[in-house]
């Protein structure tokens, strides 16, 4: 049996890394993309790579349109009722360089509309296949506390919040006995387009990054509730 796995925002940065490596391994990938158009590209650049094409489709899912969700969730349903793997990895980067004093209620808004409420929309639409299938659910996250060294006010506090959703989920599976998990993934600093590439000692390359973050998504462990660190390292779990 080929694990099917969808990923969100998977046209460009880490979610294109990791479609690129998961097809390569032979795992079957659903690229999620707010463009049909450009997943479609993403596909044909995959299989330029090497991905075989009968590995991969592509299915129109933008986090800030619901409607384009349930569409996406009613043909990933019907095309591939075996998904067993869910990656939210689809976000905004806000306006990353505006300090924290000078962000306004509307910067603020408009990240947690796109990385909380619409991964939220995501998971909720997708979560009763995944459970059917005892599948997994991740969401590349961030820190849940401050740094001095970078501090994207409004794309930290959207995935600050987006950390205690998952939790909070996590909780209900757990005292339900549902067979799924939900979990957090942090890769530490990422150089992509998301933050203009941004560069430094402690930042890494997309490949190096999706590497990471799928060595822990299929490691075959539970992870419900909990935020991973890039090295493994659990940040945060459900107290009792």
Sequence with gaps: MVDKI??????????????????LKNYFVVLGARSLAKGKDACAQLVQAGVPAERLDVVRLDLDDTNSISAAFKQVKQKHPDLNYLINNAGIAGQMGKPALETTAADYRQTLETNFFGTLAVIQNFLPLLQQNHGKIAAITGPFSATKW????AYRVSKIALNALLQTLAVDISDQKLPLSVFGIFPGGVSTDINGYH???YMKDVATAAHDILKIILDGQD??????????????????
């Design 150 to 153: 970078y501090n994207p006010a």
């Design 199 to 201: 560069q430094g000692s």
């Design 223 to 240: 992870h419900n509730g909990q935020i991973i660190g890039a090295d493994g390292q659990v940040l945060s779990g459900i107290s009792d």
């Design 6 to 23: 969808l990923i969100t925002g998977a046209n460009r940065g880490i979610g294109f890394e990791m479609s690129k490596q998961l097809g």
